[in-house]
């Protein structure tokens, strides 16, 4: 199993900082690495990078808390979603710091994420623990309620094939929601198995993630975005 440098470089930045868990943007960069289909995105520390890197990524986007002490970012009135224009980048920036001062003031801030603001649409999940004898798991839903409440989930164990993906997918109560009902869009179900098949490849040659949570997947007619990553290392 030959696995790319730059994949060991993001666990052993973490672990060197004594993290046990990715921060967004690098977990991110693990699923871009595997070709997943992540927001673009930024880490600034200043609020003039923060608003040239929201120039860069084109408005409207969102803000984002970076701190290895805050793991719930909106908890921590961490999040900033749609803001328009230069001026709302610069109040966001200050905002957020006052926020997270004030919820969690021993928190040491990295910087702030500024990335693309993903249009709304139909939210699924994909997620996966880790068994210690079995390895591990993979899971696919729809977002908010479904998952929550109705626990409308299909598992598999890692790795799956394209014909597990598309099972899965198939299996799930709030299927026809995916074929579009009730004036809602038509999901991209192609995209979900790729999305599936390339989170099984990332699993099954990191075996330093413990659990993981592309969480909320927004699909569109065509492609998705992934807009929060949580990767928990062992
Ligand atoms: P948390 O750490 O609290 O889970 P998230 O990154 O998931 O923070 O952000 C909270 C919510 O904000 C998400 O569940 C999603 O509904 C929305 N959101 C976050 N990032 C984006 C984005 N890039 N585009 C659109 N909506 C987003
Ligand atoms: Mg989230």
Redesign the pocket.
Known sequence: MMRDKAISKIFEAAVSEGRNFLF?HEAKELCSIYGLPV?SFTVSETENGAVEAAVDIGFPV?L?IVSAQVL????AGG?L?NITDEDGVRQGFNKILENVKAKVPDAEITGILV????PSSTEVIVGSTKDPTFGHTIMFGLGGIFVEVLKDVAFRLAPIGRSDAEEMIREIKSYKILEGVRGMPKADQETLVDILLKTSKMLTECPEINELDL??V?VYEEGAKI??ARIILE
């Open positions: 967004e927001t969102v984002k719930h970012k909106s908890d999040v979603l990335q693309e603001m993903a969480n909320p927004l807009v929060d």
